[in-house]
């Protein structure tokens, strides 16, 4: 079929059916229901105020954002991960289907041992919401016994040394508590908070994105494609709407 | 049997790529075809507009676009004898899981295969002798051809990339070498749909590189089309704008290749067609003969079983879920790695990658302008194009430099080796490095082993209690061989190109595990040839045991090349679709002589 064809054919067909309802003359109220963005597709924004969902435990939001504050200090780069609205995204997110891990596959049995090996680090049945209430005790805990002080008391140093031992797999957070992984999925959701769009609640002020230089939420680049080397000074943009 | 709907020509299990164009291919003929899919309708305007892609935490990091592991997963090991572990959390297998299937939130990088990926045993006997080939068999590897050669894919080939406008220059035309283009591809009869893309800052650096090396660089054909479009079946395509947010995301723009950007607009129109979507097909059920099927049992999302009926079934549910669905069929037979009975399963293979990355004092790369396609390539180490007499392994890559996406988490870690990954340490190596840092792909060849295959698992299952597929895999001397030599060059090319402190990730270099993978070019295990002794399909990719069937997908590979399967996919899903409405439909049995 040619091109010629084809187009005719596309119009007879439209004609006999299908399309052609929705595109004879009609009175229209509202917006068309076939066009319109499906709900599931639509950005859902970090939910503001109302205080935290997930973090409830006081002691669990000044342990992690203890954490999350050395992971991201403030400094000549930008604020830190608390300053940037890292604890609200890191909320936000637990309670959510990612807290839920609703995407993961969590069916027993799960044989630790093994799948560590074949997979080459630990398996969990376990949410990262369950993760999070189960960590942030372990690390607790590990304070009051190490120090005798409460985890978010120590000093910059000391939460310092303790991240690099959980990050190295030398700090043993107890039973149930995988404390490498743990850093890892802290790492991993602090840094998530700094760099996602501030619709869902971090990166304030898109500091993290100025922090890097790069330009959000812009979707045609076509007119710099051509430019070599340059600093090309685009200011951010996120989907947040202006006001 | 309860909720039986009326019989179909044909039914197509999986609307994605090879689905979409097999519909689209025997519509057009006049077959009454339903698709049953089990993702949701996803289309352009409604889900992702340019409002709504540009989101990286929710597009990338979380992967709303793609089948989670809680639909299905596969279970992994790597050798027999292993218990195999399900794959628990997000990795390297990137299923797509709605209407347009991956090729929604694929890349667009859109080869053809060379000629010799389709003959490698023949062609390696032929210019090394029968004794390599020999040796190489005696180590494990299971070589063999497609059944298929390069000229008789060709116009196949073109085909797909008329409706999906694909952008790019030839480099080989009518066997005319043609310099800026692979010189190294196949001959072709016409020039790409759509001029090739614009080089980035570091694309043009790479280019300079190589070309200075004496290397034949060239862009890569891409599925992000370059300039305005109408492809055969009357369908619009706007030009690339470079988002960056390609991958893993949808199109905003009309500008990918996509089902819903090339094919559905047409196809939806089509009285004669009907999508079942949020519907998954569990099995397909035998004629009391065995020798053909009556059509496919499915369950929809609330859970109501039913029976589509079919003259023909079209398996198209991905390379993994192709081999799944043949043996959850009791189609064929399982393949047995210890006497290498059986065809289903048979000839898994991965990608064999490894990248290398380079900073640049003082550059700025700005690398969120950027396509899932966009970047340069040479071929000179790819394939058989190079002399292979004095090495020892056969086989190549691609190698790439690229100019994918400047997105900040996914880059996160992409900073000077030595630096910390948190604390002032990360955000002083992050906000410098975010502009200075450029990456080359070796993209290669895996070539089959005797070991590598797939099966369904003894222990765990999907949510409708089936059990999942399990792969056992890993990487050949062969391949690791092949890679280690290529990713050499990559290094040679960073240093040329003046990159400093080079960090080299040679996936192969340990155990093949689908966390340690970036790529999500899984194939083989429901292989096309010509010998129903080694081959799941015939060269029409009609199933040896139940001549009714027909399945493409990257499963048909029998290799893979050093390059990405899709626009080998669509290819084969044309040829699929016209050896069934030209011959099989007024004449149904085997179309090859077993
Ligand atoms: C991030 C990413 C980037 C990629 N980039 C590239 C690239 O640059 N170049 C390239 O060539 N390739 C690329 N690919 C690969 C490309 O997406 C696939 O090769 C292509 O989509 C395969 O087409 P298909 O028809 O076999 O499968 P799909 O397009 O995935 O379609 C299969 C469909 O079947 C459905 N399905 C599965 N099981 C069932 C069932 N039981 N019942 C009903 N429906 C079912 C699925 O939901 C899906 O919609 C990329 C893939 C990913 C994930
Ligand atoms: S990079 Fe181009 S093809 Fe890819 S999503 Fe953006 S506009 Fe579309």
Redesign the interface.
Known sequence: MNRREALFSLGSMAAAGGLASRAGAAELKGFPKQTAMSADHLPTPARSGGGFQVLKSETDQKTVKAVFDRLIPADDFGPSASEAGCLEFLDDQLSGDYGAGKALYLEAPLSPENEEEIMGAPQFLSTPRERYETGLKALEAYAQDTDGAAFHALSPDRIDEILTGLEAGEIDLGEGVNGQAFFELMLQNAREGYLADPLYGGNRDMAGWKMIGFPGARYDYRPYVDRRNEDLGLTPVSLIPND | MANERPKADVVIVGLGWAGSVMAEELT?AGLNVVAIERGAW?DT??????????????WH???ELLQ???VE?TT???KTG?????????NAFQFGWNVGGAGTHWAGMSWRFLPWDFQVATQTAERYGQERLDSLMAEGLQLQDWGVTYDEMAPYYDRFERIAGTSGKAGNLNGQKIKGGNVFEGPRDREYPTPQL????WM?MYRDTTEGMGYNPFTIPAGNISQAY?N???VTMG?C?????CDFHGC??FSKSSPQACILP?L????NFTVLTETEVLHAVKHEDGKTVKGVKFVTRDGEEGFQPADVVCITAYQMDNVRLMLLSGIGEQYDPATQQGTIGRNYSYQTCSSVTGFFSG??M?P??GGGALGVQIDDFNGDNFDHSELDFIGGAGIMGYSTN?R??AN?NGIRPGNK????E???A??RD??EVANIFCQGTSMPTRDAYLSLDP???DRHGQPLLRLTFDWNRNDTSMIDYTTKKAVEIMREAGGEDIMVDNQAE??W????QHSSHTIGGLVMGSNPATSALNPYLQSWDCHNVFSVGASAFPNNGGYNPTLTVGALAVRAARAIHETYINNPGPLVEA
């Open positions: 057009r996803r305007s409604t889900d992702f507009p340019p409002a709504v892609d540009p989101d990286e935490l929710r990091t979380r992967r989670p592991m809680s997963t992994f090991r790597n292993q218990q195999a572990a399900p794959v628990r959390n997000w614009k080089d980035t800052n043009s109408v055969p079946l009357g030009p704008t470079y988002c960056g947010f905003g723009n047409a939806m129109r089509r009285s550059a700025k700005n969120f302008i400047g900040p988490i996160m990954r948190w604390g002032s990360w955000k002083e992050y906000a975010y502009q222990t765990y299952t340990a155990s595990n689908p966390y340690k």
